[in-house]
């Protein structure tokens, strides 16, 4: 009866291990299988066939860990500065967005690398390969070839106008087509806010969080801010052909948001 009952055990652990996603269960789950099968042939009166097996089985499961965790790496950001989403504080990085890609390397048993770079750099990056996802307050563009996570953070477009001139964007931002007239392009919306502060643009074109920014620095107090009516949200990029980290990423977001975690990290940083 106690073999029968091992024999089941083992059988159900070796579907579990196999039915895994994530790479801890799945190594824990072979290791118990291992060691229950180690059981059932001690039951079965064959000691030294136990202790074969228990040895083989764990030499086995470390292993495959290893061999794993060398395989699936480092996880490589590339990354523009946004406060509070992501964003350098001194020696180390902080923000909403670094939290969670943080809680889903160890999730996933990546080590994070980020790498700085001007927002229009970053869809080049992750379709190249040479980053896996794209961060730092990425607002969807049209850029082909893609893909996006759910929204961390809805927002919207604004409009800041400090006088006559040329329109001001950061390159690579979305940019909506009813906003006609002549444009200059920026690295990025601490140069944006240089050139309307010179005067070298009439209005810049940012997004809420950046106007935090600007506001909370008393920038430009006197500027007309028009809100633009398209809902827009912080996402992270991946590229479409890396579907496994991308579902990943996806399930582990889901996660988040079922147990209520989405939400509170979001007051935290937010409110």
Partial sequence: MVAVLLSALAFA?????????????????????????????????APDVALTEAAVGFGLVTFVYLLALRRTGKLVVAASP??????????????????????????????????????????????????????GGFLPNAEPDLRYTRTLVPTRLVRVRGGEGP???????????????????FEDAAELAKALARGEVGSAL???????????RDLFPEAEVQVLPEELGFAFALNPEDEELWAGLEEFLAELERRGELAELVRRYLE
């Fill in 206 to 216: 940012t997004d809420l969080l950046h106007l935090r920014e600007w506001v909370m």
């Fill in 82 to 135: 946004l406060y509070p989403l992501f964003y350098p504080e001194g020696e180390r990085i902080a923000g909403l967005e670094w939290e969670i890609l943080e809680r889903f390397a160890r999730w996933c048993h990546r080590d994070l690398e980020v790498i700085w770079v001007p927002r229009a750099e970053i869809p080049r990056l992750v379709r190249s390969g040479e980053a896996h996802l794209g961060a």
């Fill in 167 to 185: 329109l001001g964007a950061v390159a690579g931002e979305p940019s909506p087509p009813q906003l006609d007239g002549e444009r200059k392009l």
């Fill in 13 to 45: 652990l070796a579907l579990f291990a196999l039915t895994r996603k994530r790479l801890l269960l799945g190594v824990i789950g072979v290791g118990a299988h291992s060691l229950v099968l180690a059981g059932l042939y001690l039951v079965l009166a």
